[in-house]
T-cell receptor
Framework: NAGVTQTPKFRVLKTGQSMTLLCAQD?????MYWYRQDPGMGLRLIHYSVGEGTTAKGEVPDGYNVSRLKKQNFLLGLESAAPSQTSVYFC???????????FGAGTRLSVL | SQQGEEDPQALSIQEGENATMNCSYK?????LQWYRQNSGRGLVHLIL?????REKHSGRLRVTLDTSKKSSSLLITASRAADTASYFCATDGGSSGSRLTFGEGTQLTVNP
């Protein structure tokens, strides 16, 4: 049982490049989330999804897009990367009932 | 802005001592959770306390909740070097699938 898997684990981009981060969960969870973690700022919610085919904005959605075409996958896209998007990105999922979230190992992204 | 604020930001203790971390929040909640993050890893759920509970135990963990003061504390008894990690509180003010709001975390170092 892998839980929540994020790919890639590391990535370096140049300003203006695009990329997609993939999150996959094998727990049949309805809810999925993308966070970014910056030093001294805890986790901030970027976008989330309450079910297949649905997405919603979180606290810091600008510059990011997401898609949830399959229940087990949640994709985070950066269309034109900026240095301010240098961060560690975490995906999480949770099932019905109490919102206990299960996290992936993270993706470290540097934008030069 | 973050709902939760942890105190202290950093804590260094000797193995065998107890560690206490505090969390304050601003709005009413359904429940409060504590998560642990080891260096370079994702967050792991530790314990959840509901708004109608005052104290909860799980192994060496003891969590208290004071809704009148909008605060919670996490006590780790008889700490071990393996407890070295960052600890985050997270609040949930809505129904299942609603967003969690994380604090900025307390970095705990347990010296052998």
């Amino acid at each position: 049982n892998a839980g929540v898997t994020q790919t890639p684990k590391f990535r370096v981009l140049k300003t203006g490049q695009s990329m997609t981060l993939l999150c996959a969960q094998d727990m049949n969870h309805e809810y999925m989330y993308w966070y970014r973690q910056d030093p001294g700022m805890g986790l901030r919610l970027i976008h989330y999804s309450v079910g297949e085919g649905t997405t919603a904005k979180g606290e810091v959605p600008d510059g990011y897009n997401v898609s949830r075409l399959k229940k087990q996958n949640f994709l985070l896209g950066l269309e034109s990367a900026a240095p301010s998007q240098t961060s560690v990105y975490f995906c999480a999922s949770s099932g019905a009932g109490v919102n206990i979230q299960y996290f992936g190992a993270g993706t470290r992204l540097s934008v030069l | 802005s973050q709902q939760g604020e942890e105190d202290p930001q950093a804590l260094s203790i000797q193995e065998g001592e107890n560690a206490t971390m505090n969390c304050s929040y601003k709005t009413s909640i359904n429940n409060l959770q504590w998560y642990r993050q080891n260096s370079g890893r994702g967050l792991v759920h530790l314990i959840l306390i509901r708004s109608n509970e005052r104290e909860k135990h799980s192994g060496r963990l003891r969590v208290t909740l004071d809704t009148s003061k909008k605060s919670s504390s996490l006590l780790i008894t008889a700490s071990r070097a393996a407890d070295t990690a960052s600890y985050f509180c997270a609040t949930d003010g809505g129904s299942s699938g609603s967003r969690l709001t994380f604090g900025e975390g307390t970095q705990l170092t347990v010296n052998p």
